[in-house]
């Protein structure tokens, strides 16, 4: 493993604070909740869909997440300057935030409609009660993290189109 060097590359001079900002965050929720939800997934399939392994592999991941993010946030800090925020940073925020509200929304609206009819599958399948909630949490929680994914990918791909 090497160690960064104090001095930036070319093309990460190229980049600003909040873009490299940006691609931390996305790059860290595709690694991270990729590899949790095929293992809850792979829990559904085996039966054991079970509060604690849920939690625990949930709690895993958010501490994870927030070590990478927070450890490549200083690290980029340090190596960048800060710039003030302009109009085309506020314009891509707005961007963001908007497309990753409708993907939210659309997947939210999808999990509770949904949830009827995938409750009349599970008592067939005698399912225990405290099933069904636990998994429209994993529901909502994919939801959450394709939305803060839209975000953050949108940022990075504006910042580097230049849009």
């Known amino acids: 493993m090497t160690i960064p060097s104090e001095i930036p590359t070319a093309e990460e001079k190229d980049m600003s604070l909040r873009e490299k900002s940006a691609w931390a965050c996305f790059l860290s929720t595709l690694i991270i909740y990729l590899p949790y939800f095929a293992y809850v997934l792979r829990l559904l399939g085996d039966g054991g869909f079970t509060f604690g392994r849920v ?4 709690l895993t991941a958010v501490v994870v997440q927030t070590v990478l993010v927070v450890g490549a946030t200083v690290l980029f800090a340090r190596r960048c300057r800060q710039e003030p925020k302009d109009e085309r940073d506020i314009a891509l925020e707005r961007r963001a ?11 939210c609206f999808s999990v509770v409609m949904g949830a009827p009819g995938f409750s009349l599958g599970l008592a067939e399948m005698q399912r225990p009660g405290w099933f069904m909630p636990l998994l429209m949490s994993q ?23 230049g849009i």
């Open 55 to 58: 939690f625990s592999a949930m």
């Open 97 to 107: 935030c908007r497309s990753a509200y409708f993907v939210l929304a659309a997947g």
């Open 139 to 161: 529901g909502l929680l994919f939801c959450f993290v394709v939305a803060e994914t839209t975000r953050y990918g949108t940022l990075a791909l504006g910042y580097r189109r």
